[in-house]
């Protein structure tokens, strides 16, 4: 996620921010917005990386590469799509063949983010780990998010992964159990 510091910028990022079906952006604590792994902002993340490596980290880590599967409607994402599949975009809400390839074409963002991240850190800065900060699968599914954990995992593009447990995650994305989501806290945090 990023802020947006300017109505200029704002243009900008809006065509690279998580849109919804009615054209609305997708905040996160009301200032901030949750930003689609288009190229273009995949390079402004690079561009961040470089600059935190002038600081000679022993690890870099990469928060929360997901995506909200229902808030793929910007044009930046629609391009990436049309970029990808050499078709017109089509609404991931439509199909589960459309929610399958809008997934699919985000888990490929994400990874040739990551990707770039890692060439640039092999070549520059070989001793900087980098890590991924993530919440678990069920939290993801409960919440309509596509996250590429495994991808990164088992692809060798990340030395490690955080689990992040928090209390909205642990309450909000309760699993069914004898027809009822019970607040399991100790187990919520244990899958997390």
């Known amino acids: 996620s990023t802020r947006v510091r300017s109505s200029a910028a704002s243009d900008v990022y809006k065509r690279q921010v998580h849109t919804n079906q009615d054209g609305t952006l997708k905040l996160h604590s009301g200032t901030t917005y949750y930003m689609l792994p288009t190229r273009y902002y995949a390079r402004y993340k690079l561009d961040l990386v470089k600059k935190a490596c002038e600081f000679e980290p022993t690890y870099l880590c ?21 970029d990808y599949y050499n078709e017109p975009w089509q609404d991931p809400l439509s199909s589960a063949e459309a929610r399958y390839k809008t997934s699919k074409l985000i888990n490929h963002l994400w990874q040739s983010y990551f990707q770039a991240v890692r060439d640039y850190l092999d070549e520059n800065h070989p001793d900087v780990k980098l890590l991924v900060a993530a919440h678990d699968v069920l939290n993801y599914d409960h919440h309509q998010i596509v996250s590429c954990i495994n991808t990164f995992t088992q692809s060798g593009l990340v030395d490690g992964l955080i689990g992040q447990t928090w209390s909205d995650c642990i309450y909000g994305a309760g699993s069914a159990y004898g027809g009822s989501y019970p607040r399991r806290l100790f187990e919520r945090a244990w899958i997390e």
Request: net charge negative.
């Open 62 to 82: 990469i928060e929360e590469p997901e995506v909200f599967v229902y808030a793929t409607y910007a044009d930046g994402f629609k391009e990436e799509w049309e």
